[in-house]
């Protein structure tokens, strides 16, 4: 569609949120792990995932879990909604994710406000919106 309809066409996004999830290669080859943007120079689109939280509380990034989640993050770890937001993300054949509790650290507040704020651009520049 974008490579063959004008109004498909969109100009190259160069905006990316802080922090996304490289979700690995689409054979699960490899952990879904935590990336920092700013780190990585040659980054693709990625997609977002819109959720509710509901009533329990999901894997979220804090200070004491975040380096280990730059390392890695096992499927088993994540939500039943985050796990197929991974594996959607690969059927796309989209590389990068971005889960809000994962992507903002939660219980550091100037990171939050900081991440709050550009919310509305990281739905916007994002490839795909998955709703779960």
């Known amino acids: 569609c974008k490579d063959n309809h004008e109004k498909c066409k969109l100009e190259s996004n160069t905006w990316l949120p802080s922090r996304l999830l490289d979700v690995g290669p689409r054979d699960g080859s490899q952990l879904p792990r935590l990336i920092e943007t700013k780190e990585s120079n040659d980054l693709g689109p990625y997609a977002a995932l819109s959720h509710m939280w509901g009533s329990l ?5 804090i200070q004491g879990n ?3 989640l730059k390392s890695g993050i096992p499927m088993w770890k994540l939500s039943k909604n985050f796990a197929q937001a991974v594996v959607t993300t690969r059927q796309l054949k989209l590389r990068y994710l971005w889960i809000d509790s994962l992507c903002i650290i939660q219980d550091l507040a100037s ?3 900081k991440e709050a704020a550009t919310m509305h651009k990281v739905y916007s520049h994002a490839e795909v919106t998955i709703v779960a």
């Open 111 to 113: 990171d939050w406000n």
């Open 66 to 68: 975040y380096q280990e």
């Open 57 to 61: 509380i999901p894997l979220r990034t």
